[in-house]
């Protein structure tokens, strides 16, 4: 028998048999599984052609043999080791017929396999005895080639299990030692204490590549445990970000509802009591009603960039226009503090970025910088540099005088709602939503981001832009606002949530607008076809019934090519505000500013 042949399938059964995946399904101990293991490595050797190979070499030899020397003894220990392999063979097509063992059954079957080889091997150990014939030398080194040719082939087929590769070989080698050994004589003496030499370098063989399959499968079966482990972690983390990414959308989706209406009816009183002796209690109010707005389009911005629906449009920016307007926008602020914000750059640097999520990232950057910051002063700068493959770019730097941010909170700071040294989460601080907004967005923009900080020293936040030739001379500037049209004199309001569409109506009423309400799309219908007049429609995503807002303003511009349509919601779902921007309708988003409403009515 030649092991070499099969060695091969012998692995590859081993690695995908269903066994072996059930027990690391049930998360079996490791030293169980090995068990499980060494028995199927037993079982599935022992197929037919292995069985059928056995058996031809036994009566090859004893057919030989009985040529040479006949005698009846032959007959005998052919029928001894046929019945035997017999036995064997029928032993285990049962058991592999049942399918997998249980748990508890793995010793016992090991122990049964050992015992048939024990007597497979004794009937073996038993040949030179009743075939060979002692004193001839030529017999006796037939019979050792024989039996060594067996031993050896049955050592690498069972060196999964160290008991079975002794059962077998022991008696065997056992047998054709003695037998040499009384056959006297220097040739039988020599040939015995040789064989005796080989059987105990064979036996130390088989017991290390044991040794070495038992730990290959302990390591493999260790790292199957820590895949699992780690898969199950994985999925825990991805299941809870769902869940906060669902809640956050519920969340907000409900604040936003009354605080739209609160927002435009406040509007509604600053506009009303401008000159009155009210004026500075509303307008503390509007204050008040503006900082919560920002802190839901905190929650919103993070959904909408995990959503995907932020897309960079891609344009040559002259960065100087850039820092006039983050010098516009935080200037003031900084002031209010005492700090002094210096903004440097070369005039002439120019980046290739999204101009609003650009401004958006550097503002999150400068605002927070301005926030932790007490004494001493802000720098925002840009300087030439090379990025890590060698190309021209930009660097933009914002360096603050704060408290700084020590080395193992940098890496949380990115994270949602989380903020150095605001345990009390005082609300002036905002939520914590600004700092994960620019890991965000430097990752939708592919500007690599850096932070360098040390506590009571400050802190640096660097941007690194890819660096582009200025625009050709006469070639359009991107963003140049166009022409705003008048206001509609006529503006049909489609919401059903009663307060939202009367604030809407409230304010647009005060702009000089006439406002026609409806709460469904059917009324909406109607009014459209009574009112020709109507220049606007403005209508809230969630509607009554099984279409939105969304499909209603659709079949308006189906229907009316002219008609201007814009989309209020309070949705923060990513796969709605997919939906929505994929529309190409104007949306805004609840809470909508006063003047963000009239801006986009009059776009």
């Known amino acids: 028998m030649n092991a070499a042949p099969g060695t091969a399938p012998y692995w590859r059964r081993l690695m995908l048999h269903e066994a072996l995946v059930d027990a690391a399904a049930r998360g079996e101990p490791s030293l169980l599984r090995v068990r499980r293991a060494q028995l199927d490595l037993l079982l599935q050797k022992y197929s037919l052609a292995a069985s059928a ?16 020397a006949p005698s009846p003894r032959v007959f005998l220990w052919a029928l001894a080791v046929h019945a035997v392999q017999a036995l064997r063979l029928l032993h285990t097509r049962r058991v592999l017929a049942r399918g997998p063992l249980p748990d508890a059954a793995l010793g016992p079957e090991l122990h049964r396999q050992t015992q048939l080889l024990w007597l497979l091997g004794g009937a073996w150990g038993l040949a030179p005895w009743l075939v060979m014939q002692h004193g001839d030398t030529a017999s006796m080194a037939l019979m050792t080639v024989f039996i060594i040719g067996m031993v050896s082939s049955a050592a690498a087929v069972l060196s999964s299990h160290r008991q079975t590769v002794a059962a077998f070989v022991v008696p065997a080698m056992t047998g054709l030692v003695l037998a ?22 064979l036996l130390k063989w088989t017991a290390q590549q044991v040794d070495l399959l038992v730990d290959a499968l302990q390591a493999r079966f260790h790292n199957e445990e820590l895949a699992r482990r780690l898969a199950e972690q994985v999925e825990r983390v991805e299941a809870g970000s769902r869940e906060k990414t669902r809640f956050l959308a519920s969340a907000s989706h409900d604040l936003r509802q009354p605080l739209h209406a609160v927002s435009l009816f406040t509007a509604v009183l600053e506009h009303a009591l401008a000159e009155g002796p009210q004026a500075e209690t509303v307008a503390r109010l509007g204050h008040s009603v503006r900082m919560l707005g920002t802190s839901l389009d905190g929650m919103l ?57 650009l401004e958006r990232l550097l503002g999150n950057l400068l605002d927070n910088a301005v926030k932790y ?11 030439r540099t090379r990025d890590a493959q060698g190309a021209a770019a930009v660097r933009f730097e914002i360096v603050d005088t704060g408290v700084g941010i020590a080395g193992d909170q940098q890496a949380q700071v990115f994270e949602e709602f989380y903020q150095v040294g ?15 907004i620019v890991r965000r967005l430097a990752a939708l923009l592919a500007h690599p981001l850096r932070l360098r900080s040390r506590p009571g020293h400050g802190t640096c936040f660097s941007v690194l832009v890819r660096a582009v030739p200025p625009v050709a001379a006469g070639a359009p500037v991107p963003g140049r606002a166009a022409a705003r049209r008048p206001l509609p004199a006529h503006v049909l309001v489609l919401d059903d949530e009663v307060d939202s569409a009367g604030a809407t109506a409230a304010w647009l009423s005060a702009q000089g607008c006439r406002v026609t309400v409806a709460t469904a799309m059917a009324p909406a219908r109607q009014a459209l076809q009574r009112h020709h007049d109507i220049g606007a429609v403005v209508a809230d995503f969630r509607l009554p019934g099984q279409e939105s807002g969304l499909d209603f303003l659709r079949s308006v511009q189906r229907d009316m090519p002219a008609m201007r349509c814009l989309l209020v919601t309070g949705e923060t779902a990513p796969e709605r505000i997919a939906a929505i921007r994929a529309s190409g309708l104007p949306c805004l988003f ?14």
């Not at 190979?53 to 040479?68: I, M, N």
């Not at 910051?373 to 300087?383: M, S």
Request: aromatic share 8%; proline share 4%; hydrophobic share 50%.
């Open 53 to 68: 190979a056995a058996v031809l070499f036994a009566l090859v030899l004893w057919l030989l043999f009985y040529v040479l």
């Open 373 to 383: 910051t007490e004494r001493g002063g802000v720098l925002v700068a840009a300087r």
């Open 422 to 436: 605001n345990p009390q989460r005082d609300r002036a601080q905002g939520l914590g939503l600004g700092l994960s």
């Open 301 to 357: 911005d993070v959904s909408r960039l995990d959503a995907g629906a932020v897309q960079p449009r891609i344009e040559t920016l002259a960065v100087h226009p850039l820092f006039v307007s983050l010098q516009n926008t935080y200037g003031g602020r900084a002031q209010e503090k005492g700090l002094r914000l210096r903004i440097r750059a070369p005039g002439d640097l120019h980046v290739a970025s999204d101009r609003l999520l």
């Open 590 to 603: 609840k809470p909508v500013q006063p003047a963000r409403l009239v801006e986009a009515l009059t776009a």
């Open 180 to 201: 040499l050994a009384w056959s006297g004589g220097w040739v039988g003496w020599t040939m015995a204490v040789a064989l005796a030499q080989y059987t105990s370098t």
